[in-house]
């Protein structure tokens, strides 16, 4: 009897240990989960010292170069904290498909991004309804509204749906932690064909960027059927607006709205900026914003441009090209060099900072907006205004070349370096200089040549082709119309464009290059009413290669092709001046 109460208090002891253990070790994941959780919530929510905030401008700027070039990955630091197994879901305003299935991602204003390095391309992923993810890369902080975007690809199971809506931007590397998105709520993807994407303030009115609305060339929409509509707060009571004054191609001006009906200075702190459609009560969709009507400088209207002469193109991965393009036109009297940057993932941000260094003064302009040439030209007027930067610019592609034939007589008598100054006309009245092109080929070239397009491609067709021009800034017609690197003059204040000959000045046109260069084209056409190269329609185009079709497959002639005349006369110039060099490599 004895044994069995002895074996039943030791059994009773067992028990009552074993309890004791479990609470004290329920007890103490319960406290790691707490910690756990408060750590979670900390870095989403109130860890001030680990998150970059939007506003904070300043840390912003001094992470990427002057004029808005894109900027250096931004490094987020964490001190002895291992955020690799957690997930953060980063507030994003608007989404945009663009060509390509590619999808741009806008961070929201004044959102925190969590601690994790942007440069690392596991580290931020889309995270779309079906739950199926791919990488989202950090792409360039927004030069006006100073926003940060980034950009992912559509994966082909989202494709096949009815509604393409707008993904997650997910911080983390732990797939496990991620939300099921499958029956939450989204907006719809914004469509790159159909938006309002970029305004700008001047002193008078305000001018708007919208695809779709003027869908076709020489079709625009009468400016009595557009309403400009600024909308602040909730968006739907608190709205102004003001008549459109002109609707040309992609641009529509119209007054700046009552700083007393928006409520400046008294809370607002986002105006958004969109266009109405009158008859089908539409609004535009949008990711612009208004910025209040600028404060006028003393003297600025009698100031005097800082540069005489610019040189204007949009450019997209360039970079083995731009440094001769810059050292040729700089040789021969360009002041300054205006790029807008369509996007480009190379070397080129290197290059600039490397010629920059070299005392050639370069303006960069990140325009990431597809097939917006015409209406980034016409931007470049309101910014060179904004910034008294050119009295002339001339528009000009990185494989285009600007010279004249009477060139050939420097040495001869003549001991003035040659200039492009000498195409400012003396004429008070005109105020646009035309030049006509000659089209090169590829010149039996199968790759890029090393000592640079002046000296590789010397074979062209016979005809003379479009034109390029070089337009007075305060002679442009404020419509801002433009095509083919020609504006429309302001007729009214009675200026008028000129056409000069060959004879006198001409622009080689590098246009068809060895294949391997040349095929990138199919990538990106950056003007808005010429029809992408690779669509099967309007095959008899002038835009389109002759005999190419719209495949990028290589003709079995293509070194051969549009070589009717040997044309040497650019390349004797050019090597007098600056000898036998590579342009691709730094010179000091």
């Known amino acids: ?88 879901s980063v507030s994003v305003s608007e989404s945009v498909l663009l060509p390509d299935w590619e999808i741009l991602l806008i961070v929201s204003p004044n959102t925190p991004l969590p601690p994790l390095p942007l440069d690392r391309d596991d580290n931020y992923h889309c995270l779309f309804r079906n739950n199926q993810r791919s990488p989202a890369k950090f792409f360039a902080v927004l030069p006006f509204t100073n926003r940060t975007t980034f950009r992912c690809v559509m994966p082909e199971s989202v494709r096949r749906r009815r509604i393409f809506s707008q993904p997650n931007l997910v911080a983390s590397s732990s797939y496990n932690e991620s939300p099921d998105l499958s029956s939450s709520p989204a907006p719809e993807l914004l469509r790159w064909n159909f938006f309002v994407y970029e305004s700008f303030s001047t002193d008078d009115d305000v001018v708007l960027f ?116 810059v050292m040729y036109h700089s040789k021969v009297g360009i002041d300054n060099f205006l790029l807008y940057d369509n996007g480009s993932d190379d070397d080129l941000k290197k290059v600039i900072n490397e010629l920059r260094g070299e005392g050639y003064n370069i303006s960069v302009l990140l325009w990431i907006w597809p097939k917006t040439q015409e209406a980034g030209f016409s931007h470049s007027v309101l910014y060179s205004k904004s910034q008294g930067m050119c009295k002339w610019i001339m528009y000009v592609d990185v494989d285009e070349f600007v010279f004249s034939p009477s060139w050939g007589n420097i040495g001869k008598g003549h001991e003035k370096f040659p200039s492009l100054k000498s ?112 669509q099967n329609v309007n095959l008899n185009s002038k835009d389109r290669t002759p005999g190419l079709g719209h495949e990028a497959i290589e003709p079995e002639d293509w070194a051969t092709k549009f070589c009717e005349v040997r044309d040497e006369r650019l390349k004797s110039f050019t090597q007098k001046w600056f000898g036998s060099f590579r342009p691709n490599h730094t010179h000091a």
Not at 289 to 315: E, F, G, H, W
Not at 482 to 492: A, E, Q
């Open 1 to 88: 009897m004895r044994r069995r109460s002895t074996r039943a208090t030791g059994t009773f002891l067992l028990c009552l240990l074993f309890i004791l253990l479990f609470s004290i070790f329920s007890l103490h994941l319960s406290r790691n989960a707490i910690s756990s959780s408060s750590l979670h919530l900390n870095l989403n929510l109130d860890n001030r010292h680990h998150l970059l905030h939007h506003s904070n401008k300043r840390a912003l700027l001094n992470n990427f170069d002057n004029d808005g070039l894109l900027p250096h990955p931004i490094a987020h630091r964490v001190s002895s904290i291992n955020v690799s197994s957690l997930s953060f």
């Open 423 to 534: 195409m400012v006309p003396r004429e008070k009245h005109v105020g646009q200089v035309s030049v006509n092109c000659l089209e090169f080929g590829p010149s039996s070239q199968k790759v890029h040549p090393l000592e640079g397009v002046t000296q590789g491609y010397t074979c062209r067709r016979k005809v003379e082709q479009r034109h390029k021009s070089m337009v007075l800034v305060d002679a442009v017609n404020p419509s801002l119309w433009n095509v083919i690197h020609h504006f429309m003059v302001n007729d009214k204040a009675g200026f008028v464009s000129i056409q000069l000959g060959l004879d006198k000045w001409v622009v080689n046109h590098y246009k068809y290059q060895a294949w391997d260069e040349f095929k990138n084209k199919f990538r990106r056409r950056v003007s808005a009413y010429v029809v992408d190269w690779r």
């Open 210 to 325: 919208a695809k779709g609305v003027n869908s076709r060339q020489g079709n625009d929409r009468s400016p009595n059927e557009l309403r400009c509509v600024f909308s602040f707060g909730d968006g739907i009571r608190n709205t102004v607006k003001t008549t459109v004054t002109s609707s040309v191609q992609e641009v529509f001006r119209c007054p700046h709205p009552d700083p007393l009906e928006l409520g400046l200075g008294q809370g607002p702190e986002r105006i958004t900026v969109s266009l109405e459609i009158i008859a089908g009560n539409l609004l535009v969709p949008s990711v612009a914003y208004y910025t209040p009507r600028p404060n006028k400088k003393p003297n600025s209207l009698q100031a005097q441009p800082k540069y005489q002469i610019c040189a204007c193109t949009m450019v997209y991965n360039v970079a083995k090209f731009l440094r001769e393009w």
